[in-house]
């Protein structure tokens, strides 16, 4: 399953006017604080790694240390529910 549009808003193309400005380029996204961002920041990944020459294993681990920061985010951030999460790949 491919990320789309829908799932998660690229950097400098926000619709929300409360996301911060960025410039960060095509490496980074926001996520809505909610449960299901956690695997929408695995495919953002795999999207992202698609064509680079990574091992799968070196793949799934990435996925499953961003899915595992992106969950933490959600359930233990001390913030407002309508704030968003950056996700940078770098």
Known sequence: MRTT???LQPIGQ???RDLPPSVLGPNACWLRRER???????RFLRDLLTGVTTGEHVLEVGELLLSE????A??????P????IQVRCE
């Open 36 to 42: 299901e961002s956690a695997g929408k920041a695995r």
């Open 14 to 16: 926000a619709r929300d």
């Open 5 to 7: 549009d829908a799932d």
């Open 69 to 72: 920061l992106v969950a933490n």
């Open 74 to 79: 959600v359930e233990h951030a001390q913030t």
């Open 81 to 84: 529910r309508d704030r968003w």
